[in-house]
T-cell receptor, first 111, second 115 residues
Framework: LAKITQPISMDSYEGQEVNITCSHNNIATNDYITWYQQFPSQGPRFIIQGYKTKVTNEVASLFIPADRKSSTLSLPRVSLSDTAVYYCLVGPSAGNTPLVFGKGTRLSVIA | DAGVIQSPRHEVTEMGQEVTLRCKPI?????LFWYRQTMMRGLELLIYFNNNVPIDDSGMPEDRFSAKMPNASFSTLKIQPSEPRDSAVYFC?????????????FGQGTRLTVV
């Protein structure tokens, strides 16, 4: 399993862009990078998934450099409601390999 | 679709009692997962099923824990006897077969308190 490192916590003001970087040096060839978001008292929610370069959806963008040893989740113009824990996971997009959740990054958005 | 449905949302029980947590996955999803979340240990995968068959239960902490999936629309996680250290939020999640475990949909969780 890929070893994952991400910051424990981050603070941001409303309206700013937030970038959370995840390090996964020993990512395997068939591994994808997946991000989940968890609000207090709720289950985690899938945000975005990518394999290489850039992926964008209505919630976030995911930037993955050519060596794929790291990835950056970008949240544009955050609001107070983006306060949550963000988990970076690495693993195959299909099949019977379990996804392991780390401690995640606790993002606090301040007014 | 109503999403993954878990019941009860909250459970308070005395040490030694049997506890049963229930989960209804999203219709058509072939994978079902049970997780446990605590402040100290974070999110831990306990067990998961594929097409109602348990695939990996290595995360189940001990024999007091058991999980079943009698059909595609229902699963239970049972703790017997319960202990205070079992207090946690238990999540059930499901995902479609073509995505494996990479895009799981989580329920709201069951907050278990064992006193």
């Amino acid at each position: 399993l890929a070893k994952i490192t991400q910051p424990i916590s981050m603070d941001s003001y409303e309206g700013q862009e937030v970038n959370i970087t995840c390090s996964h040096n020993n990512i395997a060839t068939n591994d994808y990078i997946t991000w989940y978001q968890q609000f207090p008292s709720q289950g985690p929610r899938f945000i975005i998934q990518g394999y290489k370069t850039k992926v964008t959806n209505e919630v976030a963008s995911l930037f993955i450099p050519a060596d794929r040893k790291s990835s950056t989740l970008s949240l544009p113009r955050v609001s107070l409601s983006d306060t949550a824990v963000y988990y970076c996971l690495v693993g195959p997009s299909a099949g019977n390999t379990p996804l392991v959740f780390g401690k995640g990054t606790r993002l606090s958005v301040i007014a | 679709d109503a999403g993954v449905i878990q019941s009860p949302r909250h459970e308070v029980t005395e040490m030694g009692q049997e506890v049963t947590l229930r989960c209804k996955p999203i219709s058509g999803h072939d994978y079902l997962f049970w997780y446990r979340q605590t402040m100290m240990r974070g999110l831990e995968l306990l067990i998961y099923f594929n097409n109602n068959v348990p695939i990996d239960d290595s995360g189940m902490p001990e024999d007091r824990f058991s999980a079943k999936m009698p059909n595609a629309s229902f699963s239970t996680l049972k703790i017997q006897p319960s202990e205070p250290r079992d207090s946690a939020v238990y999540f059930c999640a499901s995902s479609p077969s073509h995505r494996g475990q990479s895009k799981a949909f989580f329920g709201q969780g069951t907050r278990l308190t064992v006193v």
